[in-house]
């Protein structure tokens, strides 16, 4: 027997053929040396392998009669267990003693290794199977569980190609434990693997469909609520000895934990959410407890993933879905999950169909735990539709309305329906979707009129309380959402709902108006403005204004639109509409202006288009003509002065200039329309005459507008332009346009005044003295006796009258006075006007310079010659008589002759010169200027003497004129 043993060992697997294991198991008696050797050798020939088995399983055949007629089968449960066999590999390391007699040691053994090649056995005919199977060839077939054509699945278990040759060789099939041929199987979708071990272990990595491997999941015995010992996967019709379980079976508690720990993994690791449901029901159906929330959740969240709209597209948002994440979701974002991709063709089946059942299903689990909340679905259906785009909440309320039976009925109580149209209107800021939310109020109820109730009492009870619950404030800057609105409107009864839904209709037309002529506004400003007329005026001039840039949604060019005197008598129609009549239950959007403001708005709005011939026409207007000549002149003057304010030129022949001034030819030509087109027409000139603000910058119309004093614009010009002067008319009808009548002598005087100064400046004294004249001239018609003003310079005419006095004096003796103006006669004429013309202050002063004058003109015979009467200068004579005779009576220091005489007038008059402008503008051109102290002639050899002269003359017209700045 030992070389028969030694040439065993001797041999390798490889060596072994048919014919040795014949030979060698023909010689050895010892069963369990024979059954060990059996199950010691593991080959790649399934025909060796099976005999090899055979043999070894014929020599325990005898063990298992030993074993049923007295073995206890409890001491091999108590004694040994599986785990050693399939943990610690097969062999002789498996056969270690246990605890028993010698007899009852061996038969154990005997027993083990038994069950050991019964196993091999059947895992060699699941391995012949495998190789036989056409589905394992390159042909291929469809999965043999997906044959049924009723079977929902099958379409999804059909495989485009057949599954890849078996991937282990026999050897590495009975040598490898049982979990790793599972996954390796699994891993090419083939699941006939023999059910040997615990369906638990076997199952653990598997995420294909639960159809497929169903006969392998464990399940549970109703009659002990263990796990269910499974059916031998043989093709023995017996139980043998080794199907006798030897390891703990699951209880039902621990069986529900594993499916849920499984289905777990399937969902969170995958993603696989049908798969993990196929799991549950699965489970359910073999009697596996505290499955049914687990399932619903799973049930419902596959109705996200997917039976939502899109969700065959398998977006990045639906592949983020698990139970994971939709048990960490609250309710309100699970409802918006589920219509996140509903158009408004589908969302009201998506409600029907996703959302209410989910709702259902959290009501039901409130009932269960305890907590009875029958509103729980409305409460998070509301919740949705109030913060749900406007287009989806008309196809809401389109399957809402009242004429819907009630089960189809998204939204079935009248007044909830209502109240969340209210709400969702009210809180909407949309612009632009008016038809929508005018199909939104066609879906709304109506209720009987309730006479009893005062219903204007109360929509203006309602519209009052609305407006001040929408307004901003310090805490919301924005209006109330349309949540906070429906938590308004939920107290309010139907005859209230009724009156709001009045209110609603007119601002819905409201609306509608607006938007057609591109001033929309959204529902709540019609809530907001209701008791505002500063918001409402704002909103009419914008409309009124809109009319120059066209109209929505008319298909006409937009030049042929604002030309178009229909266009605008539609706009004042509407206008007009807004405004609401006094016996409507709510009043429009212009309730506050009346219908005459809004005319004059909408006049005026024309007028601002610059549509000037249009707004000559429709001064024929029924309604404009309701107007009043005097209002519509004062439309016409406040719109053209904001052309001439926002005019950035003062050429009245363009832009804004000439809207300004065009405006003013629509009204009737009255003095103040008059006045305002010369005003423009002086404004032209000024700017034609390049007068500026400041160095470089064009003088704008505003500033001209704000200057207080407009002779001193007329100064700027005779200033900035160096030959203005020598067109005095021109000047003088400038000041008659910058508002100036004819005939005002006070502005006449100092116009003629600021004349000579300009021509005193330029040296051209001639027209100097003939302004000075005109002066002299216009204070006659006015005084005839020339009187002089009073001591504190004011003539007995008025102060007015008095300021020409005192520019006309002043004029004279400016020009009188000067050592380069020749003619002496002129001189002594214009001295003598300043003397009758000065305060009794001044005459000292006056008359110093004029006998100097006289004394120069003794001195020089020719000029005394020239300038003699007939009579040998008796005239002369007689006048410087008079003069002195004035002189004395006038102020008793003449009475002092000599040096003291002189110096005083010397001091008296520098005391005047400090306060008169000497020279405003210098001497141009290198010209000479006598000072009147020393006599000495000073040249201007400077090149600033001319900018420094053009500012001493604006400081000097401005002093002139009376302008202390």
């Known amino acids: ?73 409890t001491l091999l449960l108590q004694e040994v267990k599986a785990e050693e066999v399939e943990d610690k590999g097969e062999g002789a390391s498996m056969l270690h003693p246990v605890q028993l007699s010698s007899q009852d040691e061996r038969l154990v053994r005997l027993l083990i290794l038994r069950a050991i090649i019964l196993r091999r056995l059947d895992l060699l005919d699941t391995y012949e199977a495998l190789i036989s199977d056409p589905s394992w060839t390159s042909e291929g077939g469809v999965n043999s569980f997906a044959e049924a054509e009723d079977d929902p699945w099958a ?88 199907f006798v ?8 508690i621990q069986l529900s934990e594993w499916y849920k720990d499984r289905i777990r993994r399937i969902d969170s690791s995958f993603g696989l ?37 899109g969700a065959d597209e398998q977006s990045s948002e639906t592949a983020e879905w698990s139970l994971e994440r939709w048990r960490s979701l609250d309710e309100s974002s699970i409802v918006r999950g589920y219509v996140a991709r509903s158009t408004p063709d589908t969302i009201a ?88 939310m005018s199909n939104i109020f066609e879906c709304l109820p109506e209720w009987a009129a309730d006479n009893g109730v005062d219903g204007g009492a109360e929509a203006e009870t309602t519209l009052s309380s609305l407006s001040s619950f929408v307004q901003p404030s310090t805490t919301r800057a924005r209006p109330a959402p349309p949540s906070d609105l429906f938590l308004f409107f939920s107290p309010l009864p139907a005859p209230a709902l009724s009156r709001a839904l009045d209110i609603l209709d007119v601002h819905l037309e409201c609306g509608e108006i607006l938007a057609r002529w591109n001033v929309p506004a959204p529902l709540v400003w019609f809530l907001q403005s209701a008791q505002d007329e500063r918001q409402q005026r704002a909103r009419a001039i914008r409309m009124a204004r809109s009319a120059s840039f066209g109209v929505a949604g008319e298909d006409v060019e937009r030049e042929k639109l604002i030309d178009n005197e229909g266009a605008y008598t539609g706009l004042l129609k509407d206008m007009l509409k807004l405004v609401g009549s006094s016996s409507s239950v ?206 504190d310079g004011v003539a007995a005419g008025g102060s007015t009258e008095g300021d020409a006095v005192e520019v006309c004096w002043h004029a004279c003796f400016q020009l009188g006075r000067q050592s380069e103006f020749r003619d002496v006669k002129k001189k002594l004429q214009l001295l003598g006007y300043a003397l009758q013309l000065c305060p009794p202050a001044n005459t000292l002063d006056v008359l110093a310079v004029w006998r100097r004058i006289e004394l120069e003109d003794i001195q020089t015979p020719a000029t005394a010659a020239a300038h003699s009467p007939p009579g040998g200068g008796r005239r002369f004579n007689s006048l410087s008589a008079q003069l002195s005779e004035y002189a004395a009576t ?42 009147e102290e020393d006599g000495s002639i000073a040249r201007s050899t400077s090149p600033d003497v001319s900018s420094h002269a053009r500012q001493a003359l604006a400081r000097g017209m401005g002093w002139l004129i009376g302008d202390d700045e």
């Open 586 to 791: 709510a009043r429009g959007a212009f309730r506050l202006l009346g219908r005459e403001e809004v005319t004059k708005i909408f006049f005026s709005g024309v007028l601002s288009s610059g549509k000037f011939n249009i707004a000559k026409k429709l001064l024929q207007n029924p309604n404009v003509k309701k107007l009043d000549a005097k209002t519509i002149e004062n439309l016409c003057l406040t719109v053209s002065r904001e052309f001439y304010d926002n005019a950035s030129s003062g050429n009245l022949h363009h832009g804004d200039m000439k809207l300004a001034y065009d405006c003013l030819a629509v009204p009737p030509f009255t003095d103040e329309v008059r006045t305002e087109r010369e005003f423009i027409e002086a404004t032209s000139r000024i700017c034609s005459f390049k007068v500026v603000s400041r160095p470089g910058i064009p003088i704008s119309p505003l500033e001209i507008r704000l200057v207080k004093d407009r002779l001193s614009l007329v100064a700027r010009v005779l200033s900035e332009n160096e030959d203005a002067y020598k067109y005095p008319e021109v000047i003088l009808e400038l000041v008659h346009k910058l508002g100036f009548p004819k005939g005002d002598v006070v502005s006449e005087v100092k116009t003629f005044a600021m004349l000579a100064d300009s021509a005193l400046q330029a040296e051209d004294f001639n027209v100097a003295a003939t302004s000075c004249e005109q002066m002299i001239a216009l204070l006659k018609m006015r005084r005839p006796g020339l009187e002089a003003p009073s001591s």
């Open 890 to 931: 006038t102020s008793p220091l003449l009475m002092n002759q000599g040096a003291d005489a002189a110096a005083l007038a010397a001091k008296t008059f520098t005391r005047v010169a400090a306060n008169f402008p000497m020279s405003f503008r210098g001497v141009r051109g290198g010209g000479t200027s006598r000072s």
């Open 245 to 252: 379980r030897i390891e703990s079976l699951l209880t039902s």
């Open 1 to 73: 027997m030992a070389d028969v043993f030694d040439r065993w060992d001797a041999t390798t697997d490889a060596e072994l053929s048919v014919e040795l294991v014949q030979d060698y198991f023909s010689q050895v008696w010892d069963e369990l040396y024979i059954a060990t050797a059996a199950v010691d050798r593991v080959v790649d020939d399934p025909s060796l392998q099976r005999l090899l088995l055979s043999k070894g399983l014929t020599s325990t055949d005898s063990a298992v009669e030993r074993a049923r007629g007295g073995l206890s089968t």
């Open 155 to 242: 379409q999804d278990l059909e495989t485009s190609q057949s599954p890849p040759p078996v991937p282990l060789t026999l050897s590495e099939f009975l040598s490898f434990d049982l979990l790793t041929n599972a996954l390796t199987l699994a891993s090419t979708a083939r699941f006939e693997v023999p059910a040997h071990s615990n369906g638990t272990t076997f199952c653990s990595f598997v995420h294909s469909h639960p159809r497929a491997y169903a006969s392998v999941l464990p399940s549970l015995d109703q009659s002990t609520n263990l796990e269910k010992v499974p059916a031998p996967f043989s093709n023995r019709s017996e139980q043998d000895w080794d």
């Open 273 to 309: 959410t049908d798969i993990a449901l196929e799991l549950v029901q699965h489970g359910a159906s073999q009697g596996i407890s505290d499955l049914d929330e687990l399932g619903e959740d799973l049930s419902l969240l596959a109705r996200l993933v997917y039976d939502t709209p």
């Open 349 to 436: 089946g998506d409600i029907r169909r996703l959302v209410m059942p989910y709702l259902y299903v959290l009501e039901a689990r409130r009932e269960r735990a305890g907590k009875h909340d029958p509103d729980l679905p409305s409460r998070y259906l509301y919740e949705y539709i109030l913060s749900a785009p406007l287009d989806l909440c008309g196809a809401i309320f389109e399957a809402s309305k009242p004429t819907t039976p009630s089960s189809l009925r998204i939204i079935r109580k009248d007044e909830d329906l209502a109240r969340l149209a209210l709400a969702s209107l009210y809180g909407s800021e949309n612009l632009t979707q008016w038809p929508t």
